[in-house]
Nanobody, 122 residues
Framework: VQLQASGGGLVEAGGSLRLSCAASGRGFSTYGLAWFRQAPGKEREFVAS????????FYDDSVKGRFTMSRDNAKLTVYLQMLSLRPEDTAIYYC????????????????WGQGTQVTVSS
C-alpha cells in the first residue's frame, strides 16, 4: 500500500483544515488506518484511527471533539477534518495503514505517507 497525504497549510487559530490521504495497492479496506503527527523536536504521536471494518473511530484526548476521521473505501481515501485548530496542533501530519494492535501505537502500522505540514498561527 502506498499513501499520499495532502491538504495541509497555514491557518489561524480557530480555523479548519481537511486532510486527505489517498491510497494505492491492495487491502485498503481491510487495514487499520490512522493519523499521527509530529511537532518539531517531539516524537510522533497518535491522533486518530479506524480499524478495518470496525465502525468505531479512536481519538487522542487532545483532539477529541475537534477532529473527525473518516474513510471512503471506494475511493481508497481517508480524511481528517480538523476544526477549532490551535497553535499546539502545528505539526507534520502522517497517515498510516497496518494490521497491528493497539491502534494508537506506531508499531501497529506498516505503511506510511510522506506527511503534510499543518501550521496554526496564534
Amino acid at each position: 500500500v502506498q499513501l499520499q497525504a495532502s491538504g495541509g497549510g497555514l491557518v489561524e487559530a480557530g480555523g479548519s483544515l481537511r486532510l486527505s490521504c489517498a491510497a494505492s495497492g491492495r487491502g485498503f479496506s481491510t487495514y487499520g488506518l490512522a493519523w499521527f503527527r509530529q511537532a518539531p523536536g517531539k516524537e510522533r504521536e497518535f491522533v486518530a484511527s479506524t480499524i478495518g471494518s470496525d465502525p468505531r473511530t479512536f481519538y487522542d484526548d487532545s483532539v477529541k471533539g475537534r477532529f473527525t476521521m473518516s474513510r471512503d473505501n471506494a475511493k481508497l481515501t481517508v480524511y481528517l477534518q480538523m476544526l477549532s485548530l490551535r497553535p499546539e496542533d502545528t505539526a507534520i501530519y502522517y497517515c498510516a495503514a497496518g494490521a497491528g494492535w493497539p491502534p494508537s501505537a506506531l508499531s501497529a502500522y506498516h505503511y506510511w505517507g510522506q506527511g503534510t505540514q499543518v501550521t496554526v498561527s496564534s
